[in-house]
């Protein structure tokens, strides 16, 4: 067996799981899960239908890197989307993935040179935990960057030493941020960007969070974005991942797109080949659809919009939640311990929520997670709302 699993954490609703055993809530409530980040607002018809009314392409093997309109569709919205001056090309810079789970992960695989002395993969902590698997599995070793109120919950690039940028072979970093809601300007993201250039490393910039956000006029920015604003339209060294299911409310598709730097891109094509994980020809046609609207994905926002505004309200005399920048997570401060918030939570009033301690490690003494609970606001708006009552009950009583 390969033994880099050995070194793998358990994921953290296995913990979960094991932290809610022995308990025994309320039969009369009905369960709320808060815990998952899986959207439950209605997938749009349209794709649907269109994913249905393509099932006889099954009968054709599909192509590593999709069909041209698939690529097309993905760029033209990337383009748009980002204002990117040079646009993306369709035959070297952009892949289509079967989600960004499985790409994030990938990626690491194909390009950490485990021959290395020192072969880094730094991610912000707290994290998505596919980030520290993958660089363990690639033989590379993890360096958490502690993300917390005193540096508004983004990594601290000044804490990184030059050694460190040397040693650093990738950086994943997730804006909107899973699970804080943070949003990297663009003015960090070209630091970032000049730093990735000097020292040699690769940015995996995880943005499937980013058409979920609450003022029209200032969509978050994206790393190509970025590098597009400062001249380097050859994306050197830089990557981004985006995906349908927050945005589309089509996490069953798995359906998304890589696209950045083609010397990366295409290695990362080879490696996919060998790998055999080609996306379905009638998801390719299902995702043409939802790329090319934007109709259901403002639709999408106005909903989150108001389970926020509600949710904010009626807990602000007692857990006091702060909007997060972007994204559908709430990231709240707990009167006590994490663990016991959320034990006890459940035990009394049959809602799940995670730890925030089960999404970081510690460092230096230090876990940036614990005392917080991520609250993942999927639920439909009335959910959302009993929710909250059934909190504020709790804490008062």
């Known amino acids: 067996m390969n033994p880099d699993l050995d070194h793998l954490h358990p994921y953290p609703f296995e913990k979960l799981t094991e932290l809610k055993r022995g308990c025994k809530p309320p039969a009369e409530l009905d369960h709320i899960a808060l815990s998952i980040g899986e959207p439950k607002h209605p997938s749009p018809h349209f794709v649907i239908e269109n994913l249905i009314a393509h099932t006889h392409l099954l009968a054709n093997y599909p192509l590593t890197k999709g069909t041209l309109a698939l690529r097309e569709a993905m760029a033209n919205w990337l383009g748009q989307r980002f204002s990117l ?81 040397s040693d650093c072979q990738l950086i994943y970093i997730c804006s909107p941020g899973n699970p804080t809601g943070a949003v990297l300007d663009e003015a960090y993201l070209q630091r970032l960007i000049e730093l990735a250039q000097q020292y040699d490393f690769i940015i995996a910039s995880d943005e499937c969070y980013s058409e979920i956000y609450f003022d029209e006029d200032q969509p978050p920015p994206g790393l190509l974005g970025a590098a597009s604003a ?93 909007a997060p920048d972007a994204g559908f997570y709430l990231w709240v401060k707990t009167p006590d311990s994490d663990t016991r918030f959320a034990r006890d939570l459940y035990d009394r009033q049959n809602i799940t929520v995670l730890p925030g301690q089960y999404l970081s490690r510690e460092v230096d003494g230090h876990n940036p997670g614990q005392g917080y609970v991520r609250m993942a606001l999927v639920a439909p708006l009335d959910e959302c709302r009993d929710a909250a009552l059934r909190i504020n009950n709790f804490l008062q009583n």
């Open 85 to 165: 001056t040079q646009g993306i090309d369709t035959e070297t810079q952009i892949l289509p993935v079967n989600g960004t789970r499985e790409a994030l992960f990938a990626l690491a695989q194909c390009v950490i040179d485990r021959s290395a002395a020192n072969p880094l993969v730094m991610m912000p902590n707290p994290f998505y935990q596919i980030y520290e698997g993958a660089a363990l599995l690639a033989g590379a070793h993890p360096l958490y960057m502690n993300c917390d109120a005193s540096n508004r919950f983004l990594p601290d690039l000044d804490a990184i030493s030059a050694q460190q940028w």
């Open 230 to 322: 400062m001249g380097l339209d050859d994306y050197r060294n830089c990557l981004v991942f985006h995906s349908l299911s927050k945005r589309s409310n089509l996490p069953g598709l798995r359906s998304g797109f890589v696209a950045g730097d083609a010397r990366i891109m295409q290695k990362f094509l080879l490696y996919r080949t060998y790998h055999g994980c080609a996306m379905p020809p009638g998801t390719q046609s299902a995702s043409i659809s939802a790329w090319n609207d934007e109709q259901h994905v403002r639709a999408n926002r106005d909903l989150y919009r108001q389970k926020f505004a509600t949710v904010i309200d009626l807990l602000s005399d007692t857990l006091r939640p702060v």
